[in-house]
């Protein structure tokens, strides 16, 4: 049974910072990109960030780029999401989701078989 287990979220205020972790378990995690998807309050899901199965490609959404880093340990079976200078508008549950390693690398979320229970991230003063 695939599991994903997000943790690290919370409240922090603007400008400040949050590392978010998803321990996986239950598939071969180093077969599999990897992603983390938001839903803000009343908007749909959005892929923020994803990472190929070997680490080396990654792609952001755009209004993220520069501020949030999407990174895995294969021998972990950890994804992070590093997230820097959060702003308001990035409140939301965060999810972690495995990928179908038969699409593209991309930051659809129906490209995603599998997903966490989330993490809610507020972004307050």
């Known amino acids: 049974e695939v599991q994903l287990v997000e943790s690290g979220g919370g409240l922090v205020q603007p400008g400040g910072s949050l590392r978010l972790s998803c321990a996986a378990s239950?598939?071969?995690?180093?077969?599999?990109?990897m992603s983390w998807v938001r839903q803000a309050p009343g908007k749909e899901r959005e892929g923020v960030a994803v990472?190929?199965?070997?680490?080396?490609?990654?792609y952001y959404l755009d209004s993220v780029k520069g501020r949030f880093t999407i990174s895995r340990d294969n021998a972990k079976n950890t994804a992070y999401l590093q997230m820097f200078s959060l702003k308001p508008e990035d409140t939301g549950v965060y999810y972690c989701?495995?990928?179908?390693?038969?699409?593209?690398?991309?930051?659809?979320?129906?490209?995603?078989?599998?997903w966490g229970q989330g993490t809610q991230d507020t972004v307050s003063s």
């Open positions: 989701a495995v990928m179908d390693p038969l699409w593209p690398l991309n930051l659809n979320p129906g490209a995603y078989d599998h």
């Open positions: 239950g598939f071969t995690f180093d077969d599999y990109p």
């Open positions: 990472i190929s199965s070997s680490g080396e490609k990654a």
